[in-house]
């Protein structure tokens, strides 16, 4: 366990469900993150909060609604997705929004939309 | 736009050689550096890290070198072992932008 917390490991959704992932960790950081990491791509930076506050939405569509409600928690809700965001979406956190020292992550959700 | 990059997807060393995982860099002001692994049905896990005013850092069996000249970064493992087998990427920090490469695949051979 790297102290970042995903649930669930893994989700099939239809493109006209609506779910969430979670993301909790008790590291005591104050920025979390979303990454979306398809085969054989970089890592791609979905949202960032700092302090519980979105810092950042890296163009990412509308069917993908963050939630910060505390600096431990994070989820991603998600409704009428594509098949192509089908992905492992991965959760990190870090001490604080420059990212110095590193991210931890989570072990991700790998989602499949059908 | 800028980002990392690693040169070769793929590596398969013998069990007990040295593994050695490179990466360039286009972002001369990038001035934080880490080595992520990444085990399969895992999140990526940090490894080692560098600031930009070192050229080299040692950790348990693994070296990461810097060579800001001609910006690559590289991973050394001493000693392969079987459970090192997992996609190994780099990534960059420059004014609180993390950047992360594709990831190399090291596949160790007993």
């Known amino acids: 366990e790297t102290g970042v917390t995903q649930t669930p490991r893994h989700l099939v959704m239809g493109m006209t469900n609506k779910k969430s992932l979670k993301c909790e960790q008790h590291l005591g950081h104050n920025a979390m993150y979303w990454y979306k990491q398809s085969a054989k791509k970089p890592l791609e930076l979905m949202f960032v909060y700092n302090f519980k506050e979105q810092t950042e939405n890296n163009s990412v569509p509308s069917r993908f609604s963050p939630e910060c409600p505390n600096s431990s928690h994070l989820f991603l809700h998600l409704h009428t997705l594509q098949p192509e965001d089908s992905a492992l979406y991965l959760c990190?956190?870090?001490?604080?929004?420059?990212?110095?020292?590193?991210?931890?992550f989570g072990s991700g959700t790998r989602l499949t939309v059908v | 736009g800028e980002s990392v990059g690693l040169h070769l997807p793929t590596l398969s060393v013998q069990e007990g050689d040295n593994s050695i995982i490179n990466c360039a860099y286009s972002?001369?002001?990038?001035?934080?550096f880490i080595w992520y692994k990444q085990e399969s049905g895992k999140g990526p896990q940090f490894i080692i890290d560098?600031?930009?005013?070192?050229d080299k850092r040692q950790g348990q069996r693994v070296t990461v070198l810097l060579n800001k000249t001609v910006k690559h970064l590289s991973l050394q493992i001493a000693a392969t072992q079987p459970g090192d087998s997992a996609v190994y990427f780099c990534a960059d920090l420059n004014n609180n932008d993390m950047r992360f490469g594709a990831g190399t695949r090291l596949t160790v051979k007993p």
């Open positions: 560098i600031r930009s005013n070192m």
């Open positions: 990190a956190s870090s001490q604080d929004w420059t990212g110095d020292y590193g991210y931890t």
């Open positions: 972002n001369s002001a990038s001035d934080y």
